[in-house]
């Protein structure tokens, strides 16, 4: 059986929608029926806290990868273990996710270039 492009684009956007969908309906649906506003956050959402610091590591990682593996370059091993500990440190202090991704980004983008130019 051969699925069309479209199809397959429709289904992952539907598994994805639902993956992210259904764990906040079921919180939201278990919540109105205790009624009660717990003390500390629950185990759920300390779990979605989590999720944002945890996919920007994972999308820096897999997109260098390749780079490590091919050139075995110490300044880009060194460039991204920094530009992580920029994303790590702008999460403790903003408490956000785009300004800590935008400070990585920058600070490897940065990093990369003193160091080819050094």
Do not use: N
């Amino acid at each position: 059986m051969t699925l069309s492009p479209e199809l397959v684009i429709v289904l992952c956007g539907a598994g994805t929608f639902l993956l992210r969908f259904v764990p906040l309906w079921r919180s939201r649906s278990r919540q109105q029926a205790t009624d009660a506003a717990p003390d500390r956050p629950s185990a759920l959402h300390r779990f979605f806290q989590g999720i944002g610091p945890a996919a920007i590591t994972a999308l820096l990682l897999v997109s260098l990868w390749p780079f490590f593996v091919a050139s075995g370059s110490w300044q880009k091993a060194l460039s991204a273990g920094l530009a992580l500990l920029v994303i790590y440190i702008g999460k403790r202090l903003t408490h956000g996710l785009a300004g800590p991704t935008l400070l990585g980004a920058g600070a490897y983008g940065l990093l990369m270039h003193l160091l080819q130019t050094a």
